[in-house]
């Protein structure tokens, strides 16, 4: 972590020092001992969301033991004693144990923190030029000076700023960097502290252990907004719960352990048992090895009468076995308001150690399930009338921006890189257009009960867009909206062939890694790594082998180049339009219609990335018995994963690659 070197080129560089940023340089770096690697993070310590500015009091993982860790690296023996079978991970400890993981595969000094970079731009204009790669804008956070000064490399920019170029990018800043923009009517004239999510987890124990804030405010229904209130309420401070009517309401949180008939099953490692991802439709699901069983169940009328009494059950258990239902009437305000089936990451688990429950039964915690007009002065105003009392403070958990905090040039690459932009030119608007209607046709078409979901809000992809003097509290989350003034912007979703590459870079030098939420997060983020590793080092083959779907026709709209797409890369496009539309209709209650946000569709997604790679997928005994009723998939079942691929790919006789 010291200063970065005089040499401003690296062969590859990583935006992002969390889990998916690590495990993206321990394997480049496994396979290239000798490259250059740069890994750059604006936080002060590692472990992105885990960075220790970033971990507030009772935050504790929704994993249990043996369900958080690298395929090799097992946390019971980098950080012994610190958590038991059973238990939730707590915070503190995923943060030593990813601080354990850089330094086992010496990353430490390969990194640089509390800077940020803020463009990226192609090299050789329009395609990257032949050799491709990027030239990068760097910057210090909070004040800090040891980044190098510019001399000779852009005499325009400010003596803080850096520029690196780099053959390889890899961008994995994650889809919990920057929170939305506050844009509440009111609040430059609210006076109590007026904070999002993010602000709050670094400053949460100041606040919950100021005696002055006896009754606080938290907004939203999201895992994040119950952590807020459990954190208050647990101190005896009474909080006012704020979820929107018009929203998608409370997330569903299931107890660590559910009855299933006789038997009390772990919560958890139901999403990676391979026989129950069967009854979650999935664009990618074939990749199993499954599809007629999966055919069966989601096209056809006898198949999804079973899909969907298995979904109303679980959602059903889920509600009844944390007493929703049963508690009271402030209680069963919680209640979700669709069925589970609709929901992705807003399936969680109640990881608290104790009836979180109790708090909103004796009083502390008031729920309000309503729509807010204003603030105003010390108070909440409701559509309607009704005011909150006066409050101490006031907590916004309301989300993140899901682009990734980079501005690419040139914007009008946009449309091709597949990044959340509002800069798309018309005729990739009209491009995506038509290959995205081709897609709903064919996703409904395959999955007809898709059609009956809930409808999405009209704002469901829009940002508040900030005044020229906003921009830098907007970019931190923090802009003020005053009445009949806010303005917001519609911004693309995600577009990435896998959730990982651009749909349009011919010369392989940029990867987007994490840009998607699953509950199996480090397994998902180990086997991405080396699908992105292959990918930016042409290993994956022709993009004709990646699948046996067959090849979308060609799009047929004006471009602003001459020449039309080639066959394989309207494929390209296509396969990532069908992964991209996928999340709207089948996660309408997630954030599906933004980026990828799965909960069941885990282990189909690594069979996905691992045929690309040519890596066997069936690990359970290699039958289908084995697949079925072997348990759920865990790391120890894809341990040596990456020698395993290097083998795949040696010549016969010789040893070498």
Not at 65 to 88: A, W, Y
Not at 348 to 370: A, C, I, K, M, P
């Amino acid at each position: 972590m010291t200063a970065l070197p005089q040499s401003h080129h690296y062969d590859v560089l990583i935006v992002g020092a969390g889990l998916q940023g690590l495990v993206a340089a321990k394997i480049y770096l496994q396979l290239e001992p000798d490259v250059s690697l740069l890994i750059l993070d604006s936080n002060t310590s590692i472990g992105g969301v885990w960075a220790k500015e970033n971990i507030y009091p009772d935050l504790k993982t929704n994993n249990q033991l043996g369900t958080f860790e690298f395929t090799d690296c097992d946390i019971r023996e980098v950080c012994p004693g610190k958590v038991k079978s059973g238990e939730h991970i707590p915070g503190d400890v995923v943060h030593e144990y990813l601080v354990k993981y850089a330094e086992k595969h010496d990353l430490i000094r390969r990194l640089h923190l509390r800077c940020k970079v803020t463009t990226g731009e192609h090299l050789g204009g329009r395609g990257g030029g032949e050799k491709g790669g990027w030239k990068l804008t760097v910057i210090p956070t909070d004040g800090d000076s040891r980044i190098p000064k510019v001399t000779d490399l852009d005499s325009t920019k400010q003596d803080s700023t850096t520029i690196i170029t780099t053959s390889k990018l890899i961008v994995a800043t994650g889809m919990t960097s920057t929170p939305m923009p506050i844009s509440l009517p009111g609040a430059s004239t609210f006076s109590p502290p007026l904070m999002n999510f993010h602000d709050f987890r670094r400053n949460a124990t100041q606040l919950l252990d100021d005696p002055k804030i006896k009754h606080v405010a938290v907004y939203g229904g999201a895992k994040s907004a119950y952590d807020t209130v459990y954190a208050f309420a647990s101190r005896a401070k009474k909080v006012t719960w704020i979820i929107r009517a018009s929203g998608h309401g409370p997330v569903y949180m299931a107890p660590s352990h559910i009855q299933m008939g006789p038997m009390k099953v772990w919560t958890e490692p139901l999403v990676s048992t391979r026989l129950l991802t069967l009854f979650s439709p999935c664009i990618w699901g074939e990749s199993d090895g499954f599809g007629s069983i999966r055919r069966w169940l989601h096209g056809t009328k006898a198949g999804r009468f079973i899909v969907k009494q298995f979904w109303k059950k679980l959602g059903g258990d889920v509600v009844t076995q944390t007493g929703l239902r049963s508690k009271g009437p402030e209680v069963a305000k919680l209640v979700p308001k669709e069925g589970a089936f609709w929901y992705a990451n807003g399936l969680s688990v109640l990881n608290y150690g104790e009836d979180v429950h109790r708090y909103l039964r004796d009083g502390t915690v008031r729920v309000v399930r309503g729509d807010v007009e204003r603030l105003d002065g010390k108070k909440v105003v409701f559509v309607g009338g009704e005011k909150t009392q006066e409050l101490d403070a006031l907590v916004c958990s309301t989300g993140w921006r899901w682009d990734c905090g980079i501005e690419f040039l040139p914007k009008n690459e946009h449309g091709e890189l597949g990044i959340p932009s509002v800069d798309y030119t018309k005729s990739q608007k009209e491009m995506w257009g038509e290959l995205e209607k081709r897609a709903d046709e064919e996703i409904l078409e395959r999955f007809p009960m898709l059609a009956d979901g809930p409808g999405i809000e009209k704002d469901d992809r829009m940002i508040p867009k900030p005044k020229n003097n906003e921009l830098a509290a907007a970019d931190s989350g923090k802009l003020i909206a005053e009445p009949g003034k806010q303005k917001k912007e519609e911004h693309t979703p995600w577009r990435l062939f896998r959730g990982i590459a651009p749909p349009a870079n011919p010369r392989r030098d940029l990867v987007f890694l994490g840009m998607m939420l699953s509950l199996q997060t480090v397994l998902r983020s180990e086997m991405a790594a080396l699908w992105a590793y292959a990918y930016l080092n042409d290993c994956l083959g022709p993009q004709a082998q990646l699948s046996n779907r067959p090849r979308a026709p060609p799009v047929r709209s004006e471009k602003e180049d001459p020449g039309e797409p080639s066959e394989t890369q309207n494929w390209f496009f296509y396969e990532t339009a069908l992964f991209s539309r996928f999340g709207r209709w089948r996660y309408p209650m997630g954030y599906g219609s933004r980026f990828p946000d799965f909960v069941f569709d885990g282990v189909p997604y690594y069979d996905l990335l691992l045929r690309d790679l040519g890596i066997r997928t069936w690990r359970k005994g290699r039958n289908w018995l084995g697949e079925l009723f072997g348990g759920p998939y865990l790391a120890g079942d894809y341990k040596g994963l990456v020698e395993e691929w290097r083998g795949l790919r040696r010549k016969p006789n010789t040893g070498t690659e």
